[in-house]
């Protein structure tokens, strides 16, 4: 089992990226997906969540229409998306992917099974 997240970088207030996880060594169609970050100095917390099926949507408050979370469901390999607009200098930290099967969209780190590496978003004032 694998996650791997990717596109991170450095980027100015107002900006965007898009986060990419590709997961594979699972039937991941029927895994919900989620991204949390990790700021330094601070605990790791949820920003997204997709489920199985791509019909929900789930989002913290403090990205709530700025980011969008979206899938690509394949037979051995799902890509989740993490689009990041409005990019404010708190939306810094290393951010990762993570799945549950037969998940709903939860919120708790605990939740999860399988995480990504993390990849790091560094936005400048």
């Known amino acids: 089992v694998q996650l791997q997240a990717s596109g991170g970088g450095l980027v100015q207030t107002g900006g965007s990226l898009r986060l990419s996880c590709a997961a594979s060594?699972?039937?991941?169609?029927?895994?919900?997906m989620a991204w949390f970050r990790q700021a330094p100095g601070k605990e790791r917390e949820f920003v997204s969540a997709?489920?199985?099926?791509?019909?929900?949507?789930?989002?913290a408050d403090s990205v709530k229409g700025r980011f969008t979370i979206s899938r690509d469901n394949a037979k051995n390999m799902i890509f989740v998306y993490l689009q990041m607009d409005s990019l404010k200098p708190e939306d810094t930290a290393v951010y990762y992917c993570?799945?549950?099967?037969?998940?709903?969209?939860?919120?708790?780190?605990?939740?999860?099974?399988?995480w990504g590496q993390g990849t790091l978003v560094t936005v400048s004032s």
């Open positions: 060594g699972r039937t991941f169609s029927t895994y919900a």
């Open positions: 997709i489920n199985r099926i791509a019909g929900s949507t789930s989002y």
């Open positions: 993570a799945a549950v099967r037969y998940g709903w969209g939860q919120r708790g780190i605990n939740d999860y099974d399988y």
